[in-house]
């Protein structure tokens, strides 16, 4: 998923009268809308939720942006185009849905930037051939809607609103991510190779994006009563492989898992996790990528200032015009 | 909607919220809300971030500041007096089976 780790803020000395009435609202399925009464703790917990969500979205397209301009055809270059600026809208609805909270914009950029705030560790990963392109449609896109389907129904509902929106564009992501994979996989011997290379090299990344074992997290209590998260971190890494595993089956690609097995009396498949070291490894900021991705945000940045400043003063201008003329 | 202004040294583009018809005759519809520095860049945006799929054949922004939002705390005063006055739904009434549909 694009939010990892996500802390619990505690909810403060406010009144327990007021958090135990929030509460009940929340396990009525009511929904949280901005100007209601909300716990410090819930609204900052989402602040930070939302916030990483959306910097995953943008930091996102770096990975796949890498390959536009090297597309094999025309048509494969239209489709990464449109995913990749689906990819811009997604962080766009969440950011509009973190403002809802009282943080700007800009502060949330500016946040990130300063690796006060953070995105998924999975962006941290180079993007080294085509094949990577279907891999991180098939199995990265695959992994985030696990996560955002249940999230659709979250507690604050500018959150979960942005989440239908996205929900609804996510599934053509993946299904163009498959859609190269199968090309590459029933391709030539290299295309196939490709294809297997690039399972190979993102299998443990994209279980890593569900986040450690619940077991070890202190805060998934807390925040799965405010229904910010919805599902355990196992729960759904689980589903994701049980769903994936025929997938690669029917690509005739392989797992690289020696100890995958499906077993019977859980009605799902015993697999490997990742390398816990690498992935707060990884989160730590010591990724193949974490800074080359932020060196590239903080550039895009600082290049469009002159950009917002100038759309800004010409938009003044035009208004002071328009007085002008009206007086 | 229904924040405080961003407390931030720097300009930033004012929030405008946007408003979508959909191609078969239904009103405009709240889609989302973005940033931009005028009523005309919001519309351009507003096209990009919001339309990319057939979704509207007509954009409205409205400045996100220029709306004015009942009070979540008025809920009581406002929507209660509506619960015991059924009679303002059809179903109300019981029209006889030999009618037929009305």
């Known amino acids: ?327 | 909607m229904g924040m405080d202004a961003p407390t931030n040294e720097k300009p930033e583009w004012p929030l405008w919220e946007v408003f979508i018809r959909g191609q078969h005759g239904m009103s405009h519809r709240h889609f989302g809300s973005l940033h931009a520095p005028n009523a005309e860049m919001a519309i351009k945006a507003a096209r990009d971030v919001y339309t990319r799929r057939k979704e509207g054949v007509s954009i409205w922004v409205v400045p996100a500041n220029e709306i004015t939002a009942s009070s979540p705390s008025d809920k009581g005063p406002l929507y209660e007096p509506a619960e015991d006055k059924v009679y303002r739904h059809p179903s109300f009434y019981k029209i006889p089976d030999d009618i037929g549909a009305m």
């Open chain 1, 1 to 327: 998923m694009y939010a990892q780790l996500i802390k619990a803020e505690h909810a403060g000395d406010e009144d327990t009268a007021r958090a135990e009435a929030f509460q009940q609202r929340i396990d009525a399925g009511e929904k949280i809308e901005p100007k209601d009464w909300m716990p410090e703790g819930y609204r900052r917990t989402l602040i930070r939720q939302i916030g990483q969500h959306a910097h995953s979205e943008i930091v996102g397209q770096l990975p796949e942006g890498n390959w536009i301009t090297r597309a094999p055809t025309l048509e494969r270059k239209t489709i990464l185009l449109a995913k990749v600026q689906d990819e811009a809208g997604h962080g766009l609805y969440l950011y509009c849905a973190a403002e809802t909270l009282g943080v700007s914009r800009d502060e949330m950029t500016e946040m990130l930037l300063d690796e006060r705030m953070k995105y998924s560790s999975i962006f941290n990963y180079p993007t080294l051939t085509w094949a990577d392109m279907g891999a991180v449609g098939w199995l990265v896109d695959g992994a985030a809607i696990m996560n955002q389907v249940p999230l659709q129904r979250t507690s604050f509902g500018p959150y979960a609103r942005a989440m239908i929106r996205i929900c609804k564009e996510e599934s053509f992501h993946q299904r163009q991510g498959f859609d190269i994979m199968n090309r590459l996989a029933n391709g030539t011997p290299e295309q196939h190779r490709m294809a297997q290379n690039a399972l190979d090299r993102f299998w443990y990344p994209s279980l890593m994006m569900f986040g450690p074992s619940d077991a070890e997290s202190v805060h998934s209590e807390q925040n799965m009563a405010w229904k910010i998260k919805m599902n355990g971190n196992d729960e759904l890494r689980q589903k994701f492989v049980d769903l994936t595993v025929p997938q690669a089956e029917y690509l005739g690609l392989t797992i690289p898992d020696e100890t995958l097995r499906w077993n019977d009396e859980k009605g799902g498949y015993d697999f490997a996790g990742p390398d816990w070291g690498e992935f707060f490894d990884v989160i730590k900021g010591n990724g193949p990528c974490n800074r080359e991705r932020l060196e590239a945000r903080r550039k895009a940045w600082d290049d469009g200032a002159w950009m917002r400043d100038g759309l800004l003063a010409h938009a003044e201008k035009k208004a002071a015009r328009a007085a002008k003329a009206a007086a």
